[in-house]
């Protein structure tokens, strides 16, 4: 005969477990949206790229600051989320500005951007999300940057929406993880994919080193507000130059600004020594602290730009 006892144990106990292990379902179940979201971003990451956010379209209304003809609902109607994704610039290679070898670094990080842009959008596409990519440069040349200074679509701006982080004084997205020394490129989509919540820490620190080496004066600071006035023409002019010299673009603005973890990885020059680089170097071309910058920008280029 059963023990009574033991089975009225057994009994009451059962529908504990019951409802634990229920409980415990519900934990580990994620919606759909968050796992789609997971996945592109993991399919991102394989592809190549380094960060990789997700922005709701409705974030361009509601921040008000992009022209509505600019915004990813007024380009795509169908668009549900832009995902903006981007790829470091190395920066012992920017250092070296203006060099061949920062000009194929960026060519590279741009072939890069448009490969992982077209084979996301169709991923995204052949698992019944509509999707396509717009290259990380929307103009055929400098010269029709010069006439035509306003891009179709701002990567920048969407990656502010997405969360990636803050503009700076420079017009540059500023990011924790490398500063401004980030290339982007961004997809439309019509899945609804959740965004992260939009950075209200500006990382940009005001320390206006950007303005102060520009080759061209083309930042200036404003008391206003922290996004700098930008001379579009003169810096587009200065890259004309550059590319006649064989190595575009400049990047300065980019290579001297002290945030971003990127610099304590490299062990990078510090603020005060890219201050007197320009001097320096014109002073002792065989300065030590700058030689094998000097060196990189005296091979494969034409001209005599070394500082």
């Known amino acids: 005969m059963a023990n009574p006892s033991r089975s ?34 993991s399919r991102a990451r394989q592809l190549g790229v380094s960060v990789v956010g997700f922005a709701p379209v409705e974030r361009w209304a509601e921040y008000g600051e992009v022209p509505e003809a600019y915004r990813p609902d007024s380009i795509w109607p169908q668009a549900r989320t832009v995902v903006t994704f981007g790829v ?6 920017i250092d070296s500005t203006p060099s061949i070898n920062y000009q194929e670094l960026y060519n590279t990080a741009n072939r890069l951007l448009d490969d992982v842009g077209y084979r996301l ?4 596409t052949d698992r019944g999300h509509p999707s396509f990519f717009l290259p990380r440069d929307g ?3 400098l010269e029709v940057l010069l006439q035509k200074p306003f891009a179709g679509f701002s990567h920048v701006m969407s990656a502010k929406y997405a969360g990636l982080g803050t503009i700076g004084l420079s017009h540059n997205i500023i990011t924790p993880e ?13 899945a609804e994919i959740p ?17 102060r080496l520009c080759p061209v004066n083309a930042l200036e600071h404003r008391d206003d507000v922290l ?16 590319r006649g010299e064989k190595h575009w673009p400049c990047g300065i603005c980019v290579k001297v600004c002290p945030v971003g973890e990127d610099r304590k990885v490299y062990g990078s020059y510090t603020t005060g020594e890219y201050l ?21 920008r005296r091979h494969g280029s034409s001209g005599d730009r070394i500082a």
Not at 121 to 124: E, G, Y
Not at 281 to 286: F, G, M, R, S, V
Request: aromatic fraction near 6%.
């Open 8 to 41: 009225r144990s057994a009994h009451r106990k059962a529908p504990a477990r019951t409802r634990a292990d229920s409980v415990a379902r519900q934990v580990t179940v994620r919606p759909p949206s968050v796992r789609l979201q997971q996945a592109v971003a």
């Open 88 to 93: 470091p610039m190395l920066l012992p290679i």
């Open 121 to 124: 959008s169709v991923w995204l």
């Open 139 to 141: 103009y055929g040349s």
């Open 178 to 190: 490398y500063g401004p020394r980030l290339r982007l490129a961004s997809l439309f989509t019509t």
């Open 195 to 211: 965004g992260a919540p939009v950075r209200t820490e500006d990382y940009c620190n005001g320390c206006r080193v950007c303005e």
């Open 227 to 242: 996004i700098g006035n930008y001379d579009k023409a003169a810096c587009t002019r200065h890259h004309i130059t550059l």
């Open 276 to 296: 007197r680089e320009k001097e320096s170097i014109e002073a002792n071309p065989d300065d030590p602290r700058y030689r094998g910058l000097v060196h990189l």
